[in-house]
């Protein structure tokens, strides 16, 4: 971590946080790749969902992984637009970001229903490319405001 401490100079002080972590990338492994959370809550008032998809353990070399959603108790063209798309990690990258639109429906029936978003094929320079155990994002969509 760095640390900031005893700051000179007139009218010089400190703010906080004083201490920053520092995480070094292990470029030497190409890595897995999954969600950033496997579950996530969104309101139908919102546009679209926003899913991470993350790279640990490693960075080496150009990572693909493809990704699609798919229905749960959502229907997609009802409740969200069907999406699907391949993420690209180069050198070094470990945070993607991918958006599935949302429909906000006006529906008064109150029931939290959620959809899926599903990481396969994943490929490598030197096909060792793997996911993580968990590749389905569970996401709920609700009627708070």
Wanted: aromatic share 6%.
């Amino acid at each position: 971590y760095v640390k900031l401490s005893n700051p000179t100079g007139d009218s010089i002080a400190l703010g906080g946080p004083r201490i920053c972590t520092v995480n070094i990338i292990d470029v030497s492994q190409p890595g897995v790749v999954g969600f950033k959370h496997s579950h996530k809550r969104v309101s139908e008032a919102q546009e679209q969902a926003k899913v991470t998809i993350l790279r640990k353990e490693g960075a080496m070399g150009t990572f693909r992984v493809k990704w699609a959603t798919q229905d749960g108790t959502a229907i997609a063209g009802r409740d969200y637009t069907r999406s699907e798309g391949e993420v690209v990690f180069e050198a070094e990258e470990i945070t993607k970001i991918v958006y599935v639109p949302l429909n906000n429906n006006d529906s008064v029936d109150a029931k939290d229903r959620s959809f899926h978003v599903i990481l396969s094929e994943p490929r490598n320079d030197n096909d060792t490319a793997e996911l993580m155990p968990d590749k389905k994002l569970n996401a709920d969509r609700y009627f708070g405001r």
